[in-house]
């Protein structure tokens, strides 16, 4: 799971350990988001953008969900742009005190010079879970991306929720040490290469094609999100590092190759839930 998407989870248990009282109600919730390196399973765009993350969403007391995101980027050829927006509909399961997840669908709305690896995704429908204990948490998931094609993916992921609020009124911290495991095909990435169309024109081969088919493992990564809760008011900070796997390239052909390495990277957040 995402560190944006994690958050969503996150800081609804943190609020609830604030306040034991706490009872679900419906929500209007907010955030401003910055990542100093935008990638896709650490596939990144030539100008490894860094970017500005606005949100905003409601969220019923039975479970159901919308939320709207809009994304800038900013890079060394472009100041701060509008490049696309994203709109989730979905459902969150009843929290227990071992389970929570969700059952979601995306809807992405890409510009058509956006430079971002996902920008060839449509939509996207899954789910995520969590079986929590005292130990250790474990987190699967499992979704459909769409675009010319569709592609599989799979989430592994293993955390240990650190919540601090002892002496504290109405106010909690929490430090979320997680790793995670991504897997899944890559049509995607042949849809991004078709629509940039490389001025050469050149192909995919056989074994580029067949890469792209098969079910791999697409990245590890490690997070520590500390976040911080103040009654209807959140921040966060997210300490990241990506490894990318199984990146796609094509023989004498870097331009249709994916980009990606191993990189370190931040998410800063702030929030409401009104």
Do not use: C, W
Request: aromatic share 14%; hydrophobic share 35%; net charge positive.
């Amino acid at each position: 799971m995402k560190p944006l998407t994690y958050l969503l989870f996150l800081v609804p248990i943190i609020v609830t350990a604030q306040d034991s009282s706490n009872t679900k109600k419906n929500q209007l919730i907010g955030s401003m988001s910055y990542q100093t390196n935008l990638h896709y399973f650490g596939r990144t765009d030539s100008l490894q953008s860094s970017g500005l993350l606005p949100s905003i969403g409601f969220e019923s007391k039975i479970g159901l969900y919308a939320t709207g995101n809009f994304i800038f980027i900013n890079n060394a050829a472009t100041p701060t742009k509008y490049v696309g927006t994203t709109v989730e509909g979905g459902y969150r399961f009843p929290t227990t005190k071992h389970f929570n997840g969700n059952v979601f669908y995306t809807q992405f709305i890409y510009d058509d010079k956006s430079v971002l690896v996902q920008s060839a995704l449509k939509s996207q429908t899954g789910i995520n879970t969590a079986f929590t204990n005292k130990i250790i948490n474990i987190n699967v998931g499992a979704d459909l991306k769409f675009s010319t094609k569709t592609d599989v993916g799979a989430t592994f992921g293993l955390d240990h929720l650190f919540i601090i609020n002892k002496g504290l009124t109405n106010m909690a911290f929490a430090i979320n040490p997680s790793v995670y495991v991504y897997a899944g095909t890559q049509n995607f990435s042949n849809t991004y290469q078709e629509q940039k169309k490389n001025a050469l024109g050149i192909p995919y081969t056989q074994q580029t094609t067949e890469n792209i088919t098969n079910f791999n493992i697409l990245s590890y990564e490690i997070s520590v999100p500390v976040v911080f809760v103040a009654g209807k008011f959140n921040a966060s900070v997210t300490p990241a590092y990506v490894l990318p796997q199984n990146l796609v390239t094509v023989a004498n052909n870097p331009s249709q190759s994916e980009r990606g390495s191993n990189m370190f990277y931040t998410t800063f957040s702030v929030g409401f839930r009104l």
